[in-house]
Each structure stands twice: as structure tokens, then as C-alpha cells.
């Protein structure tokens, strides 16, 4: 059974950071790429960053390039994001997925990321 | 970018059928056979019903259908059931290694 479970996420005042983090199991994790899927409370679904199999291409959404860095760590089956400057407009769900046939086949359950003073 | 173009809501009652709409432009729905819906049902997490414009996942019934013409790509439900209740969210690539989503479709099942 596929699993992404995430973690990290909470409370941050705004220009703070937050890390999170995605472990992966029941996929060869080194053969996917994975991006960060996130949903703000009671809106639509924004594709944030993606990453390739062996860490070396990073993609991001232009909003968050430049303060937003995903990586991954194929040893752990782990996939992290880490974020900083953080804006009240990133306040959000943040989803890990697999990105698999050209779609998002398997997601996590979120971690709620709230950003406020 | 904006997001894919989708209207708010819709509406069936058991039994019927309906078509949701996502409207792009040539640089992501009309450029690319790469267009995925996703279904989330209230305070759960999405979970993709098609892929690559017509393809259903494994376990997803064909009541779910997918197609595209043009810059614009429809998911149609059939035989509506009461479970199908739920938001549907389009997906395209855009090029660049980037994805684009729509603002999403409330289906409400009368």
C-alpha cells in the first residue's frame, strides 16, 4: 500500500520559515518524481514545486521561486519543502504527491501551514 | 498564470449525466494531451479519476469520461449517484516542467 505521510507544518509568523517534510513507502521512491500540491482553506488546488528522481531538476510556481526549496533525499524515501519569507497567502493545506502519468496518483493527507502574527 | 477555467457549480439528478468544462489556451489544455481531473469529496483528499485526458485509474468506474477539443476538456459523470458529490478539479500541464489546476466544480447531486 502507497503511503505519503507529511509532517512539519503549524503556526508562523509572517517572513518565518517552515520545513516540510513527506516520507514515502510501498513505491521504489527513487523512480518518481514528487511536487507539493497545496489548497488554502476553502479554495482550489495550486501545484507548488515538483522534483525529479534523483534530486538534480527543481520546478517551481512562480509565486513561491526564490523563497520556496524543494529537495529530496532517496536513502530516507523523503521529500521536503522548505519555506521561507513566508506570506499570509501561503496559509494552506500542503499536499506530497506522486507525480506519475502525467497527473498526481497518489497524495498525502496535508499539513495545515497557517501563517500569521 | 491563471488558473484553467472552470464554472462553480453543476448540477444532476440520479441517474442523469453531466459534463463539467476546464477552458485553457493553446499553451496548456490545447498543447497538450496532459489534462487530469481530481474528485474531493468535503474534507477529504483529492484523488485523480483521469489522467492524460481520457485515461480512468484503475478502480475508477467508466460513469467518469474524459475527452478535449480545442483549449477546452470536459469530464462527464453518467448515471449520477449520490456519491458523486463533490468538488472536481481539472489539471494541464503548461510546459516547462510547470502544471496549472482549475478553480475548481462543486457537483451537487439532487
Known amino acids: 500500500e502507497v503511503q505519503l505521510v507529511e509532517s512539519g507544518g503549524g503556526l508562523v509568523q509572517p517572513g518565518g520559515s517552515l520545513r516540510l517534510s513527506c516520507a514515502a513507502s510501498?513505491?521504489?521512491?527513487?523512480?518518481?518524481?514528487m511536487s507539493w500540491v497545496r489548497q488554502a482553506p476553502g479554495k482550489g488546488l495550486e501545484w507548488v514545486a515538483k522534483?525529479?528522481?534523483?534530486?538534480?531538476?527543481?520546478y517551481y510556481v512562480d509565486s513561491v521561486k526564490g523563497r520556496f526549496t524543494i529537495s529530496r533525499d532517496n536513502a530516507k524515501n523523503s521529500v521536503f519543502l522548505q519555506m521561507n519569507s513566508l506570506r499570509a497567502e501561503d496559509t494552506a493545506v500542503y499536499y506530497c504527491?506522486?507525480?506519475?502519468?502525467?497527473?498526481?496518483?497518489?497524495w498525502g493527507q496535508g499539513t495545515l501551514v497557517t501563517v500569521s502574527s | 498564470q491563471s488558473a484553467l477555467t472552470q464554472p462553480p457549480s453543476a448540477s444532476g439528478s440520479p441517474g442523469q449525466s453531466v459534463t463539467i468544462s476546464c477552458t485553457g489556451t493553446?499553451?496548456?489544455?490545447?498543447?497538450?494531451?496532459?489534462v487530469s481531473w481530481y474528485q474531493q469529496h468535503p474534507g477529504k483528499v483529492p484523488k485523480v479519476i483521469i489522467y492524460?485526458?481520457?485515461k480512468r485509474p484503475s478502480g475508477v468506474p467508466d460513469r467518469f469520461s474524459g475527452s478535449k477539443s480545442g483549449n477546452t476538456a470536459s469530464l462527464t459523470v453518467s448515471g449520477l449517484q449520490a456519491d458523486d458529490e463533490a468538488d472536481y478539479y481539472c489539471s494541464s500541464f503548461v510546459g516547462s516542467k510547470n502544471w496549472l489546476f482549475g478553480g475548481g466544480t462543486r457537483l451537487t447531486v439532487l
Open positions: 504527491v506522486r507525480d506519475n502519468n502525467h497527473s498526481f496518483d497518489y
Open positions: 493553446s499553451s496548456d489544455v490545447g498543447g497538450y494531451n496532459y
Open positions: 492524460e485526458v481520457s
Open positions: 522534483i525529479n528522481p534523483d534530486g538534480s531538476e527543481t
Open positions: 510501498g513505491i521504489t521512491f527513487s523512480w518518481y518524481w
